[in-house]
Nanobody, 122 residues
């Protein structure tokens, strides 16, 4: 079992920045950030492996940066140049399996946090 607790969400104007954190009870090889906007399916935002390999969703490339501190068992998501369409509940996730890529597939992750809300106003 892995317990995940997100923090750092909030309300910001468009163009602003936020940093999300996720405290994990233990590290797993694959971890990621996902988001779900009202009325939409959950989507992968960014993924990272223990070896540092990362992957990003097309809509956040160049604006968001995922990182992890294995010693602190903490996952981060630095979000810059936020847009109103980034408004969503953001979830931290961990996978019990090891994947060859920093997968962004929802089905690959079996541990989820409760989420933290990010709201970007225009």
């Amino acid at each position: 079992q892995v317990q995940l607790v997100e923090s750092g969400g909030g309300s910001v104007p468009a163009g602003g920045s936020l940093t999300l954190s996720c405290a994990a009870s233990r590290n797993t090889y694959n971890m990621g950030w996902f988001r779900q906007a009202a009325g939409k399916e959950r989507e992968g935002v960014a993924g990272i492996r223990s070896d540092g390999r990362t992957a990003y969703g097309d809509s956040v490339k160049g604006r968001f940066t995922i990182s992890r501190d294995n010693a602190k068992k903490t996952l981060y998501l630095q979000m810059n140049v936020l847009r109103p369409e980034d408004t969503a509940m953001y979830y931290c996730a961990a996978a019990s399996r090891i994947y060859a890529t920093a997968t962004l597939a929802v089905a690959d992750y079996n541990y989820w946090g409760q989420g933290t809300q990010v709201t970007v106003s225009s």
